[in-house]
C-alpha cells in the first residue's frame, strides 16, 4: 500500500537553483495538495488541484509553480529557490474535497543555503 | 491574527493520564473539525473529525466542539507512550481559499512511561 509518494526526502539548494518535488498517489483520488509545514505555522497551503487539469493557489503560492500531470501525479516547482523557502513539503491527496479525509505523503526536507 | 490558535506544548504527561488538547478559532464559518496526528518525520494522519457543535468517542479518544465560544478540545484517556506525537487540529474553511482545511500550528505531546 503506497498511498501517496513523495520524492526527494532530503534535498539541499542553492539559493537561485531550480528544483522539482515529485507526488504521486495510487488511490485514484481526484484532489491533490501541495502543503509546507514550519515551526510555529502549522501546515499552509501553496497549492492544490480539485481534479486532473485544474490547479488553483493556495495560501502560500509565491515562489512555487505546480503540474497536475496526470490523475496520479502532481509536482510542485521552485524555480529560484531562496531560503525562506527551506521548510518541509507535504503533498497530499483525497478523493474529493471538502471533509474527505486526505492523505500525507511522508515530507521532503528542503534546505535552501 | 491566525484563523486557529493552538498551545505548541511540548506538553509532558505522565503514561495514564489524561491529556487535554485544544484549539481556539476565530472563523465562525468553520463547521467541520478534525484532529490530526503526526508522528515524527511522518505526515499527518486523520485521527478523528466532527461536525458542528458536540462530543465524538472514539476509544481513548474524544474530540469536543464548543461553537459559541469557538473552542475545540481532544481528550485522550489512559495515555499512552505510544501517544507521543504532534497533534493538529484543524477546520475546513470556506472564503477566499474555497473548502480547504486550516491547520493549527500543532500542539507536541510527550507521555513519559
Known amino acids: 500500500n503506497a498511498g501517496v509518494t513523495q520524492t526527494p526526502k532530503f534535498q539541499v539548494l542553492k539559493t537561485g537553483q531550480s528544483m522539482t518535488l515529485q507526488c504521486a498517489q495510487d488511490?485514484?483520488?481526484?484532489?491533490m495538495y501541495w502543503y509546507r509545514q514550519d515551526p510555529g505555522m502549522g501546515l499552509r497551503l501553496i497549492y492544490y488541484?480539485?481534479?486532473?487539469?485544474?490547479?488553483d493557489k493556495g495560501e502560500v503560492p509565491n515562489g512555487y509553480n505546480v503540474s497536475r500531470l496526470n490523475k496520479r501525479e502532481f509536482s510542485l516547482r521552485l524555480e529560484s529557490a531562496a531560503p525562506s523557502q527551506t521548510s518541509v513539503y507535504f503533498c497530499?491527496?483525497?478523493f474529493g474535497q471538502g471533509v474527505d479525509t486526505i492523505y500525507f505523503g511522508e515530507g521532503s526536507w528542503l534546505t535552501v543555503v | 491574527q491566525k484563523e486557529v490558535e493552538q498551545d505548541p506544548g511540548p506538553l509532558s504527561v505522565p503514561e495514564g493520564a489524561i491529556v487535554s488538547l485544544n484549539c481556539t478559532y476565530s472563523?465562525?464559518?468553520?463547521?467541520?473539525f478534525m484532529w490530526y496526528r503526526q508522528y515524527s518525520r511522518k505526515g499527518p494522519e486523520l485521527l478523528m473529525y466532527?461536525?458542528?457543535?458536540g462530543n465524538k468517542e472514539d476509544g481513548r479518544f474524544t474530540a469536543q466542539v464548543d461553537k459559541s465560544s469557538k473552542y475545540i478540545s481532544l481528550f485522550i484517556r489512559d495515555s499512552q507512550p505510544s501517544d507521543s506525537a504532534t497533534y493538529l487540529c484543524?477546520?475546513?474553511?470556506?472564503?477566499?481559499?474555497?473548502?480547504?482545511?486550516?491547520f493549527g500550528a500543532g500542539t507536541i505531546l510527550r507521555v513519559k512511561s
Open positions: 472563523n465562525s464559518a468553520f463547521q467541520y
Open positions: 488541484s480539485a481534479s486532473e487539469g485544474t490547479t
Open positions: 466532527t461536525y458542528s457543535s
Open positions: 488511490m485514484n483520488h481526484n484532489s
Open positions: 484543524a477546520m475546513l474553511g470556506s472564503g477566499e481559499y474555497g473548502n480547504k482545511l486550516v
Open positions: 497530499a491527496s483525497s
